[in-house]
């Protein structure tokens, strides 16, 4: 079932202007990761943050991570608009021993030029 | 990074017929690897984990008749859809991690489209 909820489900914004997403989810986690895939395409790895991580860069992303609400944010600065594409979170929970990712319901990001 | 490749990229098939699906590792051996599916809008949910040398282990819902899971190699898994039915109809990932650390992160496969007619 999907531990992680996203908001929100749908962001429009212009270029230049940052973006933030919202990842909420239930159980104990190892580290937790941020995904984007364009439509109909695979996933790309964005940044893996983990457990004992609060935030972390890389290029225009920025993502934190508060274990004690359960929550994690992405936030793309200077957006651009091949930034378009939707952003999911998945975690790597700690409390089973499958070792499979638990993906966010996804933030569907569109970037105006 | 690690390189996940996945075949057929895109198969159209009539209702009935059995379908396989392809993931290697490249240039890694996945002891362990986990397939995914993906309906149109909607977030990707896991089927299966796919285990080098055993069963694979189901999620709940998920019919192992029917998605026939075999990890053959330390490098390559298959999907079968069998006896596929438009319902089948999605996006298919495969995905797989290099070692067993646990801030050792999943690589996926560019996924397989399956439509059945």
């Known amino acids: 079932s999907q531990q992680g909820e996203e908001d929100p489900q749908a962001l429009s914004i212009q270029e230049g202007e940052n973006a933030t997403m919202n990842c909420s989810y239930k159980t104990s986690i190892n580290n937790l990761q941020w995904y984007r895939q364009n439509s109909g395409r695979g996933l790309v790895h964005l940044i893996l943050i983990r457990s004992n991580e609060r935030e972390k860069h890389s290029g225009r992303l920025r993502v934190t991570l508060d274990t004690s609400k359960k929550s994690s944010s992405l936030l793309i600065t200077a957006s651009r608009a091949a930034d378009t594409a939707s952003y999911f979170c998945?975690?790597?929970?700690?409390?089973?021993?499958?070792?499979?990712?638990?993906f966010g319901s996804g933030t569907r990001l569109q970037v105006q030029p | 990074g690690a390189v996940v490749s996945q075949h057929p990229s895109r198969v159209i098939c009539k209702s009935g017929t059995s379908v396989k699906i392809e993931c290697r590792s490249l240039?890694?051996?996945?002891?362990?690897m986990f397939w995914y599916r993906q309906f149109p809008k909607q977030s990707l949910m896991l089927m299966a984990t796919?285990?080098?040398?055993?069963?694979?282990?189901?999620e709940q819902g998920v019919e192992k008749d029917k998605f026939l899971i075999n990890h053959a190699s330390l490098t390559l898994s298959t999907l079968t859809v069998t006896s596929a039915h438009p319902e089948d109809s999605s996006f298919y990932i495969c995905s797989a991690r290099p070692g067993q650390g646990v801030y050792n992160e999943q690589f996926f496969g560019p996924g397989t489209r399956l439509t059945v007619l």
């Open positions: 998945a975690t790597d929970a700690s409390d089973t021993g499958r070792r499979a990712l638990t």
């Open positions: 240039d890694f051996q996945a002891t362990t």
């Open positions: 796919s285990n080098e040398g055993s069963k694979a282990t189901y």
